[in-house]
């Protein structure tokens, strides 16, 4: 489970500063899956940068599966980071590592050894059958980050964040694999938060929440 209670965080603007989330409070079930919209500005990546650890909030608490991450030190902070998963806009990946490699970086962190089978039956559903052995510059941004989605499930974690993770994909390449995040998270009882501009890939999920000017709307 996720409790925001009363989350304020702002960013300095030249002079002025501005309030990017105001006052948020939320709770998200366990296993639940949500579709978050708004416009640009509103704080839809910013609120998912406060929930995986990267930024922390100037007011209010946040906590995950009982653990209060608004309060942890940097050390608790990047040992929080390694267990959820996070699927970022723009890959991350190592360049001196292979596709195998990579989709096992995190999990190898947590002490996690993916067996051959369930590394080739990801890569299969993502698309990436016989690209185990490819670097990631021989691979196009779409397959990219489609490696960067394995990685983050592989790592079996009990929260998946992700920030636009069909940005770089076609349409249907991008109805698929929603829906194939989806169902994953489905079957390992995670929690999944997703942006998303696209109101049609929001539509595959029961649950969505309006960011607005920093606050839930709707």
């Known amino acids: ?49 406060l929930l995986a650890g990267l930024l922390s909030p100037e007011a209010g608490e946040i906590t995950v599966n009982e653990q209060k991450i608004s309060a942890f030190n940097a050390r608790e ?19 001196p590592l292979n596709v195998k490699d990579n989709m096992c970086f995190q999990a190898r962190l947590n002490g996690l050894s993916p067996s051959d089978d369930e590394i080739q039956k990801m890569a299969t559903k993502l698309g990436l059958e016989g690209k185990l052995s490819a670097m990631p510059e021989q691979l196009s941004g779409g397959e990219q980050q489609r490696v960067g989605i394995g990685r983050a499930l592989l790592n079996k ?13 076609d349409a249907a390449r991008s109805q698929d694999i929603v829906a194939l995040l989806k169902t994953l998270c489905q079957e390992q009882q995670i929690i999944l938060i997703m942006v998303t501009h696209s109101q049609r890939l929001a539509d ?14 709707g």
Request: net charge positive; charged share 15%; hydrophobic share 45%.
């Open 157 to 169: 974690p009990k929260l998946l964040l992700a920030d636009e993770p069909t940005g770089n994909l």
């Open 77 to 95: 902070l990047a040992l929080y980071r390694r267990k959820i998963g996070i699927i970022f806009q723009h890959y991350q990946l190592l360049s």
């Open 1 to 49: 489970m996720i409790a925001l209670n009363n989350v304020f965080f702002s960013r300095q603007d030249g002079t002025l500063k501005r309030t990017i989330i105001n006052d948020l409070s939320l709770n998200i079930m366990a296993a639940e899956q949500i579709a978050l919209l708004g416009d640009s500005g509103s704080g839809k990546t910013t609120l998912l940068n």
């Open 204 to 217: 595959q999920f029961g649950y969505q929440l309006f960011l607005k000017d920093g606050q839930i709307n």
